[in-house]
């Protein structure tokens, strides 16, 4: 019986891999596999049905693993490769490493190696043997190397599976772990940096405190400067949002698991994550990532700082530096700091944390590089300058949570107090981001805790909107209000209820805030919990005894806002809280109108259960049925048919659903509402 193997043991070593690609690469075989393949689907190819085939990792996984993977297919490799190859018959389907190396136990993993598929297999193969051949001692014989490539160690038969529903669980985060280190094979179009699984294992790199280096066929990237070159200008628009996956799904777990640490707080579970993106930000998911695609440069830059040095590129040195690169090991970022020390003081650069230009302090604040600025601080350079939008090193250093950095700031004399261009001091950012040790010391050094920005929102706001509990403790203890009101009247409460946060409205609740309060416009913390779908907020905002039909100043109500939603739940326990589900707005707007607007039909159904008028019109004289019709949603429209709505109701300027559905190319409703005997040739007013 052929074991099953840990991911962990699923290496292959060098002397392995070698001989894989002297038998299949080399010797041509694999390039007579992927010539016979174009030939017998030229057709297809030319028609963009399917790839041309290229001796690549795509072409060994279709012609070699996945055969000697499978007990059906294996035949199919001739008996001379299999010897040569020394591949011994598959018992079941497995990973080609478990084929190969079951038998003695699995092999460890020294380098995770991480790679774009498309990369051919014989520049990958010379990128490892010359990385192999620069380590020496004091590891083993370079033949005795091994690497864990997801192709050889991943069942390919059924790769889904293996990768499972998690990144953090999978075989990748396994490998990684054990690894000593880490290498990207990287070419001139740089590749991997536009795949989302490779911008994954960098940041698991970081998070696991594994060297990282970048390498080409010809060894490290110091010895190509045009290579290196070519990374510094892919490394500048790197993004998880740009990134590409082969499978959809594992996009939108990776974005998840790497997005800012506001968003798992605001969002909570992928599926709430997904839905949020895709409906009320598409075009604007670069703000998910920022601290993620900064961080990514950091670590990237990191082994091209020691290649731009060893190669005397002071452009590409001072790049690095603008990215993060610290070069603390073998002190690359005091050598290329010497490169440009008579322009520290005056340099600016272009950064990933930024669409404006940073100075250098800022750029280590940022990064939490304390001794980064040592050494602009004994260049002379101000380590308390703004940008022009007022920005200072602090709130840099205050964002991310570096408190050496800060108290290293107010030795050399900086405002921890200052505030930039929108009222925003140290303490608001640090208060965003949870960062409780950062607001000790900024209290210990006088600063404002209570201090409001130009929209009148303070740390209490920002934190409470995050669900930063221990924040808001020490804001209590430090005497900070917790009902305090921005300039349109929001208090923390409000915040915590947009955002779901439950523990949060407890914790104001005991500190004495009033969780039915209401801002300028009229909208309380139910509005909000309720148009964002919030039930267990809105259980604790009952048992207060907000009042959970309150209107706001132009009528609106929570049912309204959560019909608009779709949150059928919420819908539920407004009912049960007594609220009536069809009450209008200044407008003569029902639940059932804003829920038709936006085609959901489960809560048509709640409301038409609860006795709501499915065919009440607002002052205009539009009905649900309107709204439907214009916007195509024709299940809505069946709905409303099946409660009497009169469907070609007119407004008051004459328009019928069978106008509005014509007028916006919807066929289907206009079928529908022929069937229910509208008239398709009824005019309006005009």
């Avoid at 001739?78 to 003695?104: D, M």
């Avoid at 008579?342 to 940073?358: E, G, I, M, N, Y």
């Amino acid at each position: 019986e052929q074991p099953r193997l840990p991911y962990e043991r699923r290496a292959l070593t060098l002397r392995q891999l070698k001989r894989l690609a002297r038998c299949f690469v080399e010797s041509g075989w694999l390039d007579a596999k992927c010539e016979e393949f174009n030939e017998k689907f030229k057709v297809q190819i030319a028609a963009g049905k399917k790839y041309k085939k290229e001796p690549n990792l795509y072409a060994i996984d279709e012609f070699l693993v996945k055969p000697a993977t499978d007990p059906a297919q294996f035949g199919g490799i001739s008996a001379e490769f299999r010897a040569a190859a020394k591949l011994p018959p598959p018992v079941r389907t497995s990973s080609f490493a478990e084929v190969l190396n079951a038998a003695q136990g699995g092999v460890p993993v020294d380098f995770f190696v991480s790679h774009f598929w498309g990369h051919l297999f014989r520049c990958t193969m010379a990128a490892l043997t010359k990385f192999a051949a620069s380590k020496g001692s004091p590891l083993e014989a370079h033949s005795h190397f091994s690497f864990w490539i997801c192709l050889f160690a991943v069942n390919q038969h059924c790769a889904a599976e293996e990768v499972g529903s998690s990144p953090e669980d999978g075989p990748f985060n396994a490998a990684l772990e054990d690894a000593r280190g880490v290498v990207m094979v990287v070419d001139e179009r740089v590749e991997p940096f536009t795949r989302i699984w490779c911008l994954y294992e960098v940041q698991r790199v970081h998070a696991l405190g594994k060297t990282f280096e970048l390498i080409d066929k010809g060894g490290s990237i110091a010895a190509n400067l045009d290579m290196m070159r070519s990374v510094a200008d892919s490394l500048e628009i790197v993004s998880a949002v740009t990134a590409q996956a082969s499978v959809e799904k594992d996009k939108w777990d990776i974005w998840f698991v790497i997005a800012d640490p506001w968003v798992l707080s605001a969002f909570g579970t992928a599926g709430r994550f997904k839905d949020y993106v895709q409906r009320r930000l598409p075009g604007q998911e670069a703000k998910l990532f920022c601290q993620f695609d900064a961080r990514l440069s950091e670590l990237l830059a990191e082994p091209l700082l020691r290649a731009a040095v060893e190669a005397g590129d002071q452009e590409t040195a001072l790049r690095c530096i603008a990215w993060g690169a610290r070069g603390q090991e073998g002190d690359f970022l005091h050598k290329a700091m010497r490169m440009w020390w008579d322009d520290l003081s005056v340099a600016t650069v272009k950064t990933r944390f930024s669409a404006h230009p940073q100075t250098l302090s800022h750029v280590m604040a940022f990064f939490g590089n304390c001794a980064g600025l040592q050494l602009l601080r004994e260049a002379g350079v101000d380590l308390a300058a703004s940008t022009k939008q007022g920005s200072t090193p602090a709130h840099l250093a205050a964002q991310n949570g570096h408190v050496e950095v800060l108290r290293l700031l107010r030795e050399a004399g900086a405002d921890l107090a200052a505030s930039d261009e929108k009222g925003s001091t140290p303490a608001h950012v640090a208060a965003q981001n949870g960062h409780v040790e950062v607001l000790q010391l900024l209290r210990e050094a006088g600063a404002d805790l209570a201090a409001s920005n130009k929209q009148g929102s303070t740390p209490a706001h920002v934190a409470a909107l995050s669900g930063h509990m221990e924040v808001l403790q020490l804001l209590r203890e430090a005497g900070a209000d917790l009902a305090a009101s921005t300039k349109q009247g929001s208090t923390p409460a409000h915040f915590a209820a947009q955002s779901g946060h439950v523990e949060v409205l407890r914790l104001l609740r005991e500190a004495g805030a009033d969780l039915a309060a209401s801002n300028e416009d009229g909208w309380t913390p139910a509005h909000l919990a309720a148009q964002f779908g919030h039930v267990e907020v809105l259980q604790l905002l009952r048992e207060a005894g907000a009042d959970l039909a309150a209107s706001t100043k132009k009528g609106s109500t929570p049912a309204q806002l959560a019909a608009q939603n779709g949150h059928v739940e919420v819908l539920q326990l407004l009912r049960e809280a007594g609220a009536d589900l069809a009450a209008s707005d200044e407008k003569g707007r029902t639940p059932a109108l804003s829920a038709a607007l936006s085609g959901h039909v489960e809560v048509l159904q709640l409301l038409r259960e609860a006795g709501a008028d499915l065919a009440a019109s607002n002052e205009d004289g539009w009905t649900p049925a309107h709204l439907a019709a214009q916007f195509g949603h024709v299940e809505v429209l069946q709905l409303l048919r099946e409660a009497g709505a009169d469907l070609a109701a007119s407004t008051k300027k004459g328009s019928t659903p069978a106008q509005l559905a014509a007028q916006n190319g919807h066929v289907e409703v206009l079928q529908l509402l022929r069937e229910a005997g509208a008239d398709l040739a009824a005019s309006d007013d005009s």
